[in-house]
Nanobody, 123 residues
Framework: QVRLVQSGGGLVQPGGSLRLSCAVS????????MGWFRQAPGTEREFVAAISRSTTDYADSVKGRFTISRDNAKNTVYLQMNSLKPEDTAVYYC??????????????????WGQGTQVTVSS
């Protein structure tokens, strides 16, 4: 069984930074891809960023401000969020796609999900 455990998040002022972590454990190969999604109240879950072996993809709304990275030795994926805006407020979820280093924005393609963590950007 594969488990994703998220950490990080919290309350930050506009313009501030936060880093989210997602630790992967359980029976999985190392050839998975990872994604980050977010969901604000009353909205659908939306794609934020994804990483395959080394290729990354970002939503236009976060490009240039957010960075996704992975540490294969630690089986952990990170989302560094800089220049945060109030509209970034949401519950953030990490997700794992078992298909060999596929890079996708489609949440239905992901097989496992983290528990979610709240990010609030407010003064």
């Amino acid at each position: 069984q594969v488990r994703l455990v998220q950490s990080g998040g919290g309350l930050v002022q506009p313009g501030g930074s936060l880093r989210l972590s997602c630790a992967v454990s359980g029976r999985t190969s190392s050839t998975y891809s990872m994604g980050w999604f977010r969901q604000a109240p009353g909205t659908e879950r939306e794609f934020v960023a994804a990483i395959s072996r080394s290729t990354t993809d970002y939503a236009d709304s976060v490009k240039g401000r957010f960075t996704i990275s992975r540490d294969n030795a630690k089986n952990t994926v990170y989302l560094q969020m800089n220049s945060l805006k109030p509209e970034d407020t949401a519950v953030y979820y990490c997700a794992l796609d078992r298909t060999y280093f596929r890079l996708t924005r489609d949440s239905n393609r992901y097989d496992y999900w983290g528990q979610g963590t709240q990010v609030t950007v407010s003064s």
